[in-house]
């Protein structure tokens, strides 16, 4: 019971009874750069919402390991192609990563149910020069501007947008049309 409490795992609901915390969604192992787990991060499963449970993504709390400000997700499995290509692309959800790299473009990463941050710019600057903004479109990069305008001074940053089709989101691209979603890459345009 402790480990689960700890962890953001399970907790005690309004019955006194342990319970897991990620009921109704699909688990992503959280890991930091080096690929040690930190957190987990859970997708709603459609047909599972209710009272109890809303919201498209579920992260652990903070821990002493986890500082969701400061952890990309896939950043520990797409660093090496990152630094390759000297590109990071920064996106929302789980399963836009994953769609990136099935649709053979691994330079993917997630924010774990925050906006975009300076720890997080700081992080990818360590590995890469240029970053490519795969908000959905609706998403948090799009109210962020100043931001994006002061870390590309402050950090040396090309900052770039990607071409995403109106409405949809890069999971949803990479399942109709994963050559798009690379054009929506390799297409990005400046973002100044």
């Not at 990818?124 to 870390?151: K, N, P, S, T």
Request: charge should be negative; aromatic fraction near 8%; charged fraction near 25%.
């Amino acid at each position: 019971e402790d480990d689960a409490r700890d962890t953001g795992l399970g907790f005690r609901n309004s019955r006194n009874r342990l319970q897991d915390t990620f009921r109704g969604r699909v688990m992503f192992p959280i890991r930091d750069p080096q690929g040690d787990p930190v957190s987990f991060g859970g997708r709603i499963l459609p047909g599972t919402e209710g009272p109890h449970n809303h919201g498209k993504y579920k992260n652990t709390p903070e821990t002493p390991l986890y500082h969701k400000s400061k952890v990309l997700y896939g950043l520990d499995r797409s660093k090496a192609a990152i630094v390759s290509a000297d590109t990071a692309i920064v996106c929302e959800g789980y399963t836009d990563v994953i769609g990136f790299a099935r649709s053979g473009v691994p330079l993917a990463v997630a924010t774990c149910g925050t906006a975009l941050t300076d720890e997080h710019v700081k992080l990818l600057r360590r590995y890469a020069r240029r970053l490519v903004l795969a908000f959905d479109a609706d998403g948090a990069g799009q109210a962020a501007a100043e931001r994006f305008y002061q870390w590309e001074r402050d950090h040396d940053l090309e900052v770039a947008v990607a071409d995403l089709p109106v409405g949809q989101d890069p999971a949803d691209v990479a399942r109709s049309d994963p050559e798009r979603l690379a054009a929506a890459v390799s297409g990005a345009t400046p973002f100044l």
